[in-house]
């Protein structure tokens, strides 16, 4: 069956990185626009960007330009999502999501189960 | 971006009708037909209900319907069960060829 399984739980200090991975089954990996998304704890889903798996091109929301790198290994089918910088609010919940379309600009149909990403000192 | 725009909270009985807004502008929800929801149970990863604004994914029960007008999208849910107690959020394609989130809606099931 489809699915998308993602790392386990990081714990990291404000000004470090982290880098979470996304391993896709079930489907042709390189078919589908693959997107980010976070959620802080008790709040709402926030679009990070999205990363085409066949060639690697990527688009970010402006409010992660700079900070966030997206990329893949079709050799594994794995996404990765790179974050930097991290400060507090960066702790979230995020979720890799597949988009429904074989062209960009449908809906996310096949969800990650989530890794929390925790920075405190 | 800005976030669309959702009700915080809406309520019904079991076997009533509820209507979730979402509004955006002319720049997303107005502009596209890429609007979509999703119902988020506590701790779960979200789960794909409508998308391109009114079609049902397999699987999605057909109490749930979506439709738009403007800049306002609208998620349906007809004879409530305690089953659609959640979260629900829209989402829209943008004119910056990103995606931007709905506020959230929690749905609770009197």
């Known amino acids: 069956q489809v699915q998308l399984v993602q790392s386990g739980a990081e714990v990291k200090k404000p000004g470090a990185s982290v880098k979470v991975s996304c391993k896709a089954s079930?489907?042709?990996?390189?078919?589908?626009?693959m997107h980010w998304v976070r959620q802080a704890p008790g709040q709402g889903l926030e679009w990070m960007g999205i990363i085409n798996p066949s060639g690697g091109s990527t688009t970010y929301a402006q409010k992660f330009q700079g900070r966030v790198t997206m990329t893949r290994d079709t050799s594994t089918s794995t996404l990765y999502m790179q974050l930097s910088s991290l400060r507090s609010e960066d702790t979230a919940v995020y979720y890799c999501?597949?988009?429904?379309?074989?062209?960009?600009?449908?809906?996310?149909?096949?969800w990650g189960q989530g890794t929390m990403v925790i920075v405190s000192s | 971006q800005s976030a669309l725009t959702q009700p915080a909270s809406v309520s019904g009985s079991p076997g009533q009708s509820i209507t979730i807004s979402c509004t955006g502008t002319r720049s997303d929800v107005g502009g596209y037909s890429y609007v979509s929801w999703y119902q988020q149970h506590p701790g779960k990863a979200p789960k794909l209900m409508i998308y391109e604004v009114s079609n049902r994914p397999s699987g999605v029960s057909n109490r749930f319907s979506g439709s738009k007008s403007g800049n306002t999208a609208s998620l349906s849910i007809s004879g409530l069960q305690a089953e659609d107690e959640a979260d629900y959020y829209c989402?829209?394609?943008?004119?910056?060829?990103?995606?931007?989130f709905g506020t959230g809606t929690k749905v609770t099931v009197l």
């Open positions: 079930g489907y042709t990996f390189t078919s589908y626009y």
């Open positions: 999501a597949r988009d429904r379309s074989v062209t960009k600009g449908d809906a996310f149909d096949i």
């Open positions: 989402s829209s394609y943008t004119r910056d060829s990103t995606y931007v």
